[in-house]
């Protein structure tokens, strides 16, 4: 783990005020392309373990994350004796476990008032939303080019999932995806000060331990955490914990250090059409010529990031 905590900090920070070398934001780019990757897989293995498993959503969740930080764990070795102080350590384990929970459960909660195209489209407006907090913070400007990749990557949605105003739509779930939304776009710049000293592997596994007991806890007191008895649970619990959990936190906190919370999110749109490619190769969905034109949209936003070259973040 010292090893991966250390890369994700050291070989390509440079100097204050210094203009990024274009390396440092293409590993940037090519990690949080590698962590959406993973999140995709995120929906196909809860279809597996729910659907075709037979485990309910609350197991699911509380499954994905416990088996999560063992494995990260794992990865961590000897970099778990590593002292932290205490504040910090509460700060992962409830601040960051708790902050994963919500958001997972305002956008579910979502769905049982919006259609999942929608509920998409308006969740992920948060690259939008991280910008804005960026540029009222001071912390990263709002410079042209990043106007045009917000737009690429929303339009790029916009052509996968649909118009989100084709019927009517209901308050409650507008309000419950946007407040989801709200919270990732806190919850990102959150995620990189608390990996700051402690390294993208120990972040994630205390992180994945609170969201783990958070989702024992709530299913326990409602009633709905269900034995886990058949192989198909198995392999989607374990996928989204290998897979969707301990590979995409880790991918996803070191781009977070080298790219800054806006071009981290901005690039992170095109989970989407990862989503979409898998749905057609996995769970044989129909394919369109929407998903070639969303794709390459978000991919006109992610090149235009990877290829700027902006000063570092203020952190």
């Known amino acids: 783990m010292s090893e991966l905590g250390s890369a994700a900090a050291a070989p390509f920070e440079p100097s204050p005020g210094a203009s990024p070398v274009p390396r440092r934001t293409l ?7 590698g962590a959406a990757a993973c999140f995709s897989a995120l929906p196909i293995f809860t279809v597996i373990a729910t659907d075709r498993g037979g485990a309910s959503l609350e197991t699911a969740l509380a499954g994905r994350y416990l088996l999560g930080a063992v ?3 794992a990865v961590a070795g000897a970099a778990v004796r590593l002292k932290i102080r205490q ?3 509460w700060r992962m384990v409830l601040l960051g476990g708790m902050g994963q929970a919500v958001i997972a459960w305002l956008a579910l909660s979502a769905l049982a008032y919006l259609p999942a195209a929608t509920m ?25 080019m990043r106007i045009v ?18 019927g009517a739509l209901h308050p409650v779930g507008i309000l419950l995806t946007l407040a989801a939304a ?8 959150f995620m990189g000060s608390l990996q700051r000293n402690v390294g993208p592997v120990i972040a994630s596994m205390y992180v994945s331990l609170g ?4 989702f024992l806890l709530g299913g326990v007191f409602s009633g709905r955490l269900t034995t886990v008895s058949t192989t198909d649970a198995w392999i989607g619990i374990v996928g989204m914990a290998i897979v969707s959990t301990a590979a995409a936190f880790i991918l996803f906190l070191r781009g977070l250090a080298l790219l800054g919370p806006v071009r981290t999110a901005i690039v992170s749109t095109v989970e989407p059409f990862f989503v979409t490619i898998l749905g057609v190769l996995v769970l044989d969905q129909p394919a369109s010529r929407a998903i070639l034109l969303g794709g390459a949209l ?8 990877a290829t700027a070259r902006e000063k570092p973040p203020r952190r």
């Open 120 to 144: 998409v489209f308006l969740f992920y407006t948060f690259p939008a939303w991280v910008a804005v907090i960026a540029a009222v913070r001071r912390t990263e400007p709002l410079t042209p």
């Open 149 to 166: 990749a917000l737009i690429l990557a929303l339009g790029g949605i916009w052509a996968l999932v649909g118009s989100p105003w084709a």
């Open 27 to 33: 590993f940037g780019a090519l990690e949080i392309l």
């Open 298 to 305: 978000v991919a006109a936003a992610v090149i235009l990031i």
């Open 71 to 73: 494995a990260l764990l």
């Open 87 to 89: 504040g910090e350590l």
């Open 211 to 214: 969201a783990g007991l958070t």
């Open 182 to 189: 709200l919270t990732y776009a806190v919850y990102i710049p």
